[in-house]
C-alpha cells in the first residue's frame, strides 16, 4: 500500500488483551466478571490523510491491508475487517467529525486464544480515532459502540466484558464489573510467590462463535422459564439456586445446566474477590478448578486440549488451581503457578500436551496491565 512510504505516525495507541479470573459468561446474563487487562496488545499508529473520506488500514502482523471509504461503510467478506468497519460504523452514528486517516497495526496478541484480541482491535481504533478527530467520546462510550460493532458487523452477540477490561483496567489490579449497572471496582490482585501462567492450547476450534450465541440463547429460554414462578426476574443475574431448582422440572436438562453454570459461577465472582482480599491463595486455585469443572460439564464450552492440560495441572502440587479462560472452545487456560516451579510445569506440561495431541504448546506469563493508552 502506498502510504506505508513514509509514514510517520502522529499517535500510537497501544491496545491490550485480556484475562478473565473468574466469571465466564455471566457478562452477557447481567452478572459480575472479574478480568484484566494484560501486557499484550496491538498497537496502532494514526495520521490524518487530509482526504474527506479515504481511509487505508493495514496489518503489519499479517500483510494485508484493505481500502475503505467512511461514506460506504458496510460488511465485507474479510472476517478482521468487520472489526473495523463496524467501529466505523458505530461512530458515525454518534458524530461526523471522522475524516480520512491512515493506520498501521501490528499485534503480539495471539488471535483465537482466549485473549480478546478483538476487543482491542475495536476498542484501539476507537480510542485512537477520538484523540485525533478530537470526537469526545467517553471510555464507556467507545467501549459500549466497540461491543455493538461486534454484534453488528463481526455477528457475535458478545456481552461488555472483553471491551471494557480493554480500556478500563488498572496494573495490578483485576475489575469487579457488575455488567449490569456498569458499576465497577479496582481490585488489588497480588498473587506473590505464585505467578498467572498462561498455557496456549493453539486450538480455536471455529464453533466458538455459533456455540456461543447457542448459549446465549439457552440462557434466554431458562430466564423465561423461571420468570413464570418469579416474574421479577429478568436474567440469570437475579437467581439463586433455590429458584432455579424450583423450575428444573420445566427446563431441558441442557437448560438447567446452562443455567446452573451461570447462578454458581456469578456467586463464585464475588467468593474470588474475598479469597483475594485475605490473600487466600488456595481458595483462589480451588474457585478456578470448580469454574473449569462447570465450563466443561454443565456450560460445555471446553474442549479436549483445554480440559487435558486443567487435569494436567492438577498432578503439580505447586500448581494451586487452573481453568480455561474466555469464551471457550480452546484458546488458553490460567493457571495459578509457584514461581520456583515454572519453569518445570511449563516443559513437563509442553511435553505430556505435545505427546497426546501433537500440538506445541505456547506458554507465557501474563500480569496485570492497564487499560489502552496513548504511547
Ligand atoms: C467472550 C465474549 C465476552 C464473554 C466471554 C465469556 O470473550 O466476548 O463478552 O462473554 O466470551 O466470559
Redesign the pocket.
Known amino acids: 500500500m502506498q502510504f506505508l512510504e513514509n509514514f510517520k505516525p502522529e499517535l500510537v495507541i497501544s491496545s491490550p488483551g485480556r484475562i478473565?479470573l473468574i466469571?465466564?459468561?455471566?457478562?452477557?446474563n447481567m452478572g459480575y466478571?472479574l478480568p484484566t487487562a494484560i501486557e499484550k496488545n496491538i498497537t496502532f499508529s494514526f495520521k490524518k490523510n487530509g482526504s474527506e473520506n479515504q481511509c487505508h488500514v493495514y496489518s503489519k502482523t499479517y500483510d494485508t491491508g484493505f481500502e475503505l471509504n467512511l461514506d460506504k461503510i458496510a460488511v465485507s467478506k474479510v472476517e478482521w475487517e468487520n472489526y473495523i468497519l463496524g467501529v466505523l460504523n458505530e461512530i458515525s452514528k454518534r458524530t461526523d467529525k471522522v475524516r480520512g486517516f491512515d493506520c498501521i497495526v501490528e499485534s503480539n496478541l495471539p488471535t483465537g486464544s482466549?485473549l480478546?484480541s478483538?476487543?482491542a482491535l475495536e476498542c484501539g481504533l476507537a480510542f485512537g480515532l477520538n484523540e485525533i478527530f478530537d470526537l469526545g467520546l467517553s471510555k464507556i462510550e467507545m467501549v459500549q459502540l466497540s461491543?455493538t460493532a461486534?454484534h453488528t458487523y463481526v455477528g457475535?452477540q458478545?456481552?461488555?466484558?472483553?471491551?471494557f477490561a480493554s480500556v478500563m483496567s488498572e496494573a495490578g489490579n483485576v475489575i469487579l464489573l457488575d455488567c449490569r449497572s456498569l458499576e465497577y471496582k479496582h481490585i488489588p490482585i497480588d498473587l506473590h510467590p505464585y505467578k498467572i501462567i498462561l498455557l496456549n492450547t493453539k486450538v480455536s476450534h471455529n464453533l466458538a462463535s455459533s456455540e456461543?450465541n447457542t448459549r446465549k440463547q439457552e440462557c434466554e429460554q431458562g430466564v423465561a422459564i423461571i420468570q413464570k414462578k418469579y416474574p421479577n426476574v429478568k436474567s440469570l443475574r437475579d437467581v439463586d439456586e433455590e429458584m432455579l431448582l424450583a423450575s428444573k422440572e420445566d427446563m431441558s436438562p441442557t437448560v438447567y445446566n446452562r443455567c446452573s453454570f451461570i447462578v454458581k459461577e456469578n456467586d463464585r465472582v464475588l467468593e474470588m474477590v474475598d479469597a483475594l482480599k485475605q490473600n487466600n491463595l488456595k481458595e483462589v486455585g480451588q474457585i478456578l478448578y470448580k469454574a473449569h469443572d462447570g465450563i466443561s460439564k454443565e456450560y460445555e464450552?471446553s474442549c479436549p486440549e483445554s480440559d487435558f492440560l486443567v487435569d494436567f495441572s492438577k498432578d503439580n502440587a505447586q500448581v494451586l488451581g487452573a481453568r480455561q479462560t474466555?469464551?471457550?472452545f480452546g484458546g488458553c487456560t490460567l493457571n495459578i503457578v509457584h514461581e520456583s516451579a515454572v519453569g518445570d510445569f511449563v516443559s513437563a506440561a509442553t511435553k505430556a500436551y505435545k505427546d497426546k495431541f501433537d500440538i506445541t504448546l505456547e506458554a507465557f506469563e501474563v500480569r496485570p496491565s492497564g487499560g489502552t493508552s496513548i504511547i
Open positions: 478473565n466469571g465466564e459468561h455471566t457478562d452477557y466478571v482466549g480478546s478483538s476487543a461491543q461486534e457475535t458478545c456481552g461488555i466484558m472483553d471491551q456461543y464450552v474466555g469464551g471457550g
